[in-house]
């Protein structure tokens, strides 16, 4: 603050003045670039291309790419805004190790040494598989690659897993199960050629925004929205189910029955391709109308229309989402809508699709080349022929290959806190926020004796609990691929430099083989990200998420590519799987796979009589390391809320905008805001999970989809009474650790409330 | 983009289709990243609807920047005519250059729209993307929206006065204060009946103003007692005037030092008599000027006991008095209910009322009874004002009014009882007790001080605290109309 300012003399009119980019045109000076640098957002699996505006070494602005076939120039609040991600305050900088207790700064060198030597001690003394691993979906596709083989080849411990088993692991399952292999088959552009568009417990308008402009190219469709709640999705469909939570696979089996019933099977295509028919007509006899409305607690005449809306499509896109997929049914209720497809004939045509929208920007990517829940190019661990193939072609003995997939994430942080795993890696997520009932987690964090984490941000929540932090680069200063929701691979590309001496994980991963000495043998002359995107296109040569005929420089021409591209395929086309009706099961047809619907675990009861549902928000990403640092979504959304119907507020007495706790019976979030709503029903409750100072998962449940391990994150029973307490930094133990900025401004909000008591 | 230019008779409007916005927000954080602003100040803004009964409940959006007004209240309020209505396109356009910071204009306009910016100084607004459309580009927050929600229309002057005038826009829109947005908003079929911002039983405090509470209380006092002395002058009076104007001189001088503080570019004071013609706030500033030289003579005058100058004390009381009249009027906005009642200009002067016979009577200046007398006849019509402004809220169907006696009832409710009490004991009690200690009889020209004048002074000190803390409760206690804003407090408090 000067004088001239104080006076009026100086309106930092420089700062505020404008200028003509020549292609973005009239716009705020400061947003012109020098060079606009092509990339695909990194939020999520939508998959919308977009340029960085540079200038003078820093990322200025973003702009949508208008020939981009994904988003052709939109972009949702967040992907608006990505730039400001990258400048962040709290930017991981420096390798740090925990010494006495101080997280001090040293050298890479010795960063990579140390962790070599603490994981390989681990090793030595608890056995391979003491050390564990937790990735991602938000690293490119080439880094998945090389930390599987790192992992599975090289740490040689198969407790591998991703955050995506938080996310999308049911799908993933799902589809395995039902066609023999992960891959969702349909494009966005069936959206827009659909006449009857089914979405299930996806809030697109909230989560993948730029796909609601698909729907509007298509105004002839149904639109049909299943949820719960009246979410901004609901009010776009021309019908909505406001089904009883989680009675999706009722619902679903519901539609069965009465398609079968009445004989609007496509009864050829089941024949071709399908098995299992006979089954699946008896295990879905009990799903009669009657039955499924006292489930869902829909009206009979609703499920009957549904039904016939579907039934009578010529093309039915089926979406879902975290609704689904967050349940331990949740690998069911997937099998239940590929059963309802395919009895339909519904998969493999033009709008015709059983489609999973995907959650992170590339969690696509490590689910086709990362070592997890399967081999790469999605090979089968338990198929001697795929681990042979892979063998050769890694020209690695094939004993090397692991026969077995290793612990799924809930099961290693189990194996933790049992100390069977000691050593932890953990790369480019936030279980601290993300994890359900985190306690647990908390717990096993601390019993670790060596926890690394690797990630663009320090400190996070789980940061902080590191004994090793690797600084890494993220999205707009590191080069790959990324695979979207449609199985479109586009190019990620470098903008600017890392902070500091942040690397990107692709070095970082290089950097640790050669300490473990492993470097020649399974990254022989790699340096670069296309060193791996060579090798991984050969390897996925003739499997169905085939690279084989993509380069860099086709990919970036095209706007990205869909697999599967083998050499010689047409850039131009819309690619979709199973057009021809083979499935990549052994005899090549695709499996009807009875299903049971249960009430979800953890029933309400007179102590917890409401039913939460969390979710996101459309300004924010996830646990929010990266739209916190964003002023503009913390402007827009700056903490969390509780949705409640009047009826209940009326009998808690709660008035709109009193402080309340959401308790269940393992924890409590404390002091948030409660929004009295008709768009959620009596008996529901609703948080964000985002938020790591009111964090949902502070009340969530264990429970695992016995197939996926994916957590059934929603439907906690819990009861919310008024804020006993204004939270303070002292007071307020068991939350997660925050950064000061937030405790700043928390704070400052409670001393505000106090003083309009 | 329409695809013309604006004709005769024309101008360019927004049309906000809320039957396609989702609620994303890409035009607020777009309109942000086109004009570099930081993320407090938004131009464009997207507020909540709702209305229904679960499940056939329903959540509407609405994304408004500015209405470009045919009659903008912005530019009419403006003292330094930084606004100007674009004769081609009918965009209001803000001059940073201009403008002082007064931010009058975000008192002005019904709907929010200009927003201050305290690292500038200045204030600023949404211009429809002037450069942009200049260079046949849509405006960012066209550009940016996903569903096509917002888009740039040719408007019809004539018609669309006559249709928009009085009507009712959209819910979460103001009601038309005679500024005729042009803004077309396209409602979803079936809205249900209720539909409302959802945030309407929700106020927060609103910024008190230090430096204008100040100034108008002190300038208040300080006319206050130049025509309590100017009417004592008139009646023959004279022991005590010159020392008593000249302290409510210095006080009135200080206030309007105070007011320059209000000032984002105090710098540029003087700007602000520009435009007398149209502006409250700069007849304001120009009769306290006037006041204040008057005003100075006029002591000199009294402090060297001349001749005459009676003639003097009236222009000073005359100006002074269009001053307080000028500073009621400014308050006196469409887009502030609590403040847009006569009662604020009863108020003002009665400040002055109560304020200028305690001065007189402290600077021993006529008589104690008389002066008390008058103090607490003002003081009691003080207190009526008052008890009528807080029913007439509490009885009020608009929301803002409402919202000010909750604001008053609960969060303010010990400030405003403090208030009740200073105003009684300062502007009443100790008056008449001072009436009533006081020797019988009309002698103007008192002697040596008394315990009636230490009564006055311990007066004067409760009524200035109880017209201050009056005053601050006036700002603070205000509910602005607003656009359907965001739900959650920490989202709007931030506004």
Do not use: L, M
């Given at each position: 603050m000067t004088l001239r300012h104080l006076l009026g003399l100086d309106t930092r009119a420089d700062r505020y003045a404008y200028g003509t980019d020549p292609t973005s045109g009239y716009v705020s000076a400061q947003k012109i670039p020098d060079r606009w640098v092509a990339t695909t957002c990194g939020y999520c699996s939508v998959g919308c291309g977009m340029f960085i505006g540079v200038k003078d070494g820093r990322a200025v602005s973003v702009r949508g790419n208008p020939d981009h076939p994904v988003n052709r120039g939109l972009l949702c609040p967040k992907g608006l805004a990505e730039h400001h991600t990258i400048a962040a305050g709290n930017r991981a900088r420096y390798p740090l190790l925990r010494w006495n207790g101080v997280m001090t700064r040293v050298a890479w060198d010795e960063a990579i040494a140390t962790m070599a030597v603490r994981f390989r001690d681990v090793q030595e003394r608890f056995g391979r598989g003491a050390v564990g691993v937790i990735s991602t979906g938000q690293l490119v596709t080439e880094e998945f690659y090389a930390l599987g083989k790192l992992v599975q080849l090289g740490l040689g411990t198969p407790n591998y897993d991703g955050n995506t088993t938080l996310c999308m692991a049911t799908a993933v399952a799902g589809y395995k199960r039902s066609f023999g292999s992960d891959g969702p088959p349909g494009a966005y552009e069936d959206m827009e050629q659909a006449d009857v568009v089914l979405l299930i417990g996806a809030n697109i308008a909230e989560n993948h925004p730029i796909l609601c402009s698909r729907l509007r190219a298509n105004p002839g469709a149904t639109v049909i929205v299943v949820d719960p709640r009246v979410t901004k999705t609901a009010i776009l469909a021309d019908l909505h189910l406001p089904i009883r939570p989680r009675s999706d696979l009722a619902l679903v089996n519901g539609l069965i029955h009465l398609v079968i019933e009445h004989d609007l099977v496509d009864r050829d295509y089941i024949a071709r391709h399908a098995t299992g028919f006979e089954a699946l007509r008896d295990s879905v006899r009990e799903y009669t109308p009657g039955r499924v409305a006292q489930i869902t607690g829909l009206d009979p005449e609703l499920i009957y229309r549904t039904a016939a809306i579907y039934a009578g499509a010529r093309a039915a896109f089926v979406g879902w989402t975290m609704g689904v997929n967050h349940s331990t049914k949740g690998t069911e209720t997937v099998n239940a809508i590929n059963n309802l497809a395919l009895i339909t004939g519904n998969i493999g045509r033009a709008g015709a699709a059983p489609f999973s929208i995907t959650g992170q920007c590339n969690a696509m990517g490590t689910r086709e080349a990362g070592f997890t829940s399967s081999l790469p190019g999605y090979r089968k661990f338990e198929r001697a022929a795929d681990r042979a193939e892979l063998a050769r072609l890694w020209n690695v003995?094939?004993?090397?290959?692991?026969t077995a997939r290793g612990l799924a994430y809930p099961d290693i942080i189990e194996a933790v806190l049992e100390r069977r795993i000691r050593a932890l890696w953990i790369i480019a997520t936030n279980p601290v926020v993300s994890f359900p009932n985190l306690g647990v987690l908390q717990q096993a964090l601390e019993s670790l004796e060596f926890l690394v984490v690797q990630d663009g941000y320090h400190p996070t929540p789980t940061s902080e609990h590191a004994h090793l932090m690797l600084p890494a680069a993220i999205w707009g200063e590191k080069e790959g691929t990324y695979t979207n929701s449609e199985r479109r691979v586009s190019k990620v590309n470098r903008a600017v430099a890392p902070p500091g001496e942040a690397r990107a994980d692709f070095d970082i991963f290089l950097q640790l083989a050669e300490a473990l000495g492993v470097r020649d043998e399974l990254f022989p002359g790699w340096r670069r990200p296309a060193d791996a995107f060579g090798e991984w296109a050969r390897v996925s040569a003739g499997r169905l998420c085939d690279y084989s005929g993509m380069t860099y420089e086709a990919i970036e021409r095209y706007g990205g590519l869909q697999w599967p591209f083998p050499a010689g395929a047409d850039p131009g086309e819309t690619r979709r799987l199973y057009g021809n009706g083979r499935f990549q099961t052994e005899d090549g047809r695709a499996r009807l796979i009875p299903t049971t619907w249960e009430p979800f675990p953890e029933p309400p009861t007179p102590e917890f009589p409401l039913v939460l549902n969390t979710g996101r928000t459309v300004e924010h990403w996830h646990t929010r390391t990266k739209t916190a640092n964003v002023p503009i979504l913390e402007r827009l959304s700056p903490a969390a809320w509780v949705e409640m119907n009047p009826r209940d507020a009326r009998q808690l007495r709660l008035k709109p905008q009193d402080r309340v706790d959401v308790v269940s019976r393992r924890g409590r979030v404390r002091n948030v805001e409660l929004r009295i709503t008709e768009t959620i029903a009596p008996g529901q409750v609703f948080v964000p999970f985002h938020f790591a100072e009111t964090n949902a998962n502070q009340v969530t449940q264990s429970a695992f989809d016995p197939i996926s391990r994916e957590p059934n994150y929603k439907q906690s029973a819990v009861r919310v009474e008024r804020a006993t307490h204004t939270p303070t930094k002292h007071r307020d133990s068991e939350a997660p650790r925050r950064n000061s900025k937030t405790l700043s401004r928390w704070l400052g909000g409670s001393v505000f409330r106090g003083g309009r008591r | 983009m329409p695809g013309r230019a604006p004709g005769a008779g024309e101008q360019y409007r927004f049309h906000f289709d809320m039957r396609k916005c989702i609620g994303c927000k890409c035009c607020v954080v777009a309109c942000n990243e086109q004009n570099g602003n930081p993320a407090a100040i938004n131009w464009r803004r997207v507020g909540e609807i709702e209305g229904g009964f679960f499940p056939d409940a329903t959540r509407a959006f609405l994304s408004m920047g500015c209405n470009h007004c045919l009659e903008p209240t912005c530019l009419s309020g403006c003292p330094v005519d930084a606004y100007s209505k674009d004769p081609v396109t009918g965009i209001v356009r803000h001059s940073a250059d201009a403008c002082i910071g007064c931010q009058y204009c975000t008192w002005n306009c019904s709907y929010g729209v200009p927003q201050y910016n305290p690292e500038r100084g200045v204030v600023g607004k949404c211009d429809m993307c002037h450069g942009r459309l200049t260079l046949g580009q849509a405006p960012a927050c066209v550009a940016a929206c996903p569903e096509g929600a917002i888009e740039i229309e040719v408007v019809a002057i004539a018609g669309w006065r006559a249709a928009a005038e009085g009507a009712v826009v959209a819910p979460g829109v103001p009601v038309a204060?005679?500024?005729?947005?042009?803004t077309r908003i396209t409602l979803p079929e079936g809205l249900p009946p209720d539909a409302r911002p959802p945030d309407l039983t929700h106020v927060s405090p609103a910024h008190p103003h230090w430096s204008l509470i100040l100034m108008t209380v002190l300038t208040q006092l300080s006319v206050g007692a130049f025509v309590t002395i100017w009417l004592l002058h008139l009646l023959g009076a004279s022991s005590g005037l010159g020392a008593g104007a000249l302290v409510s001189l210095l006080v009135g001088g200080l206030a309007l030092a105070a007011a320059t503080f209000h000032l984002g570019r105090p710098v540029y004071a003087y700007r602000a008599f520009r435009m007398w013609r149209r502006s409250w706030l700069s007849r304001e500033a120009l009769l306290f000027a006037c006041f204040s030289g008057v005003s100075a003579l006029y002591a000199a005058w009294l402090w060297w006991q001349l001749p005459g100058g009676a003639a003097l004390g009236a222009v000073t009381a005359a100006l002074g008095l269009g001053g307080v009249t000028a500073s009621a009027c400014i308050y006196r906005v469409p887009s502030r209910p609590a403040w847009n009642t006569p009662a604020t200009l009863v108020q003002f002067h009665l400040t002055a009322g109560i304020l200028g016979p305690l001065v007189a009577a402290v600077a021993g200046a006529g008589s104690v009874r008389w002066l008390g007398l008058t103090a607490a006849v003002m003081g009691g019509s003080q207190l009526l004002a008052l008890a009528v402004l807080f029913l007439r809220c509490i009885a009020a169907d608009r929301p803002e009014l409402r919202g000010t006696a909750r604001l008053l009832s609960t969060v303010f409710a010990r400030r405003l009882l403090a208030r009740g009490v200073l105003l009684v004991l300062g502007a009443l009690v100790l008056p008449l007790v001072g009436v009533a200690s006081a020797p019988v009889g009309a002698n103007l020209n008192v002697g040596p001080y008394t315990a009636e004048h230490a009564l006055c002074a311990a007066a004067l000190l409760l009524a200035i605290s109880g017209e201050i803390l009056g005053r601050y409760l006036f700002f603070v206690s205000v509910v602005p109309t607003h656009l359907a804003a965001p739900y959650l407090a920490a989202a709007r408090e931030a506004a």
């Open positions: 003995p094939e004993e090397r290959i692991p | 204060d005679g500024s005729v947005s042009t």
